[in-house]
């Protein structure tokens, strides 16, 4: 039986890190969620519901906001692993 998610709590650990790199970056952007998700080809409450870590974007959703972020993703990557090592309390480099 599938079962719908109707709560809007964090998927997982993980979910809330890579959500709040794509948020940091959008920040460093100076862009809102909506400009984002224009640029992206995303829905503005998608893009808030990524960043809060309550879905599991698939890779051509996490392309999507790169490519309106205008970074490679490699920037995403290494952001998220500095941001679950701050969240673990260790830090690298």
């Known amino acids: 039986m599938h079962?719908?998610?109707t709560s809007r709590t964090?998927?997982?650990?993980?979910?809330?890190?890579?959500?709040r790199?794509?948020?940091?970056l959008r920040a460093r952007r100076d862009l809102s969620q909506e400009q984002l998700g224009?640029?992206?080809?995303?829905?503005?409450?998608y893009v808030g519901a990524i960043e809060r870590g309550e879905i599991?974007?698939?890779?051509?959703?996490?392309?999507?906001l790169v490519r309106?972020?205008?970074?490679p993703l490699?920037?995403?990557v290494l952001l998220y692993e500095h941001c679950r090592a701050e969240r673990?309390?260790?830090r690298h480099g």
């Open 3 to 5: 079962h719908k998610r």
């Open 10 to 19: 964090p998927v997982s650990a993980e979910h809330v890190v890579l959500g």
């Open 21 to 24: 790199a794509v948020r940091e």
């Open 38 to 45: 224009f640029h992206s080809g995303l829905h503005r409450n």
């Open 56 to 64: 599991n974007p698939t890779f051509k959703t996490l392309l999507s």
């Open 68 to 71: 309106g972020l205008d970074l």
């Open 74 to 76: 490699s920037e995403l």
């Open 88 to 90: 673990h309390g260790r």
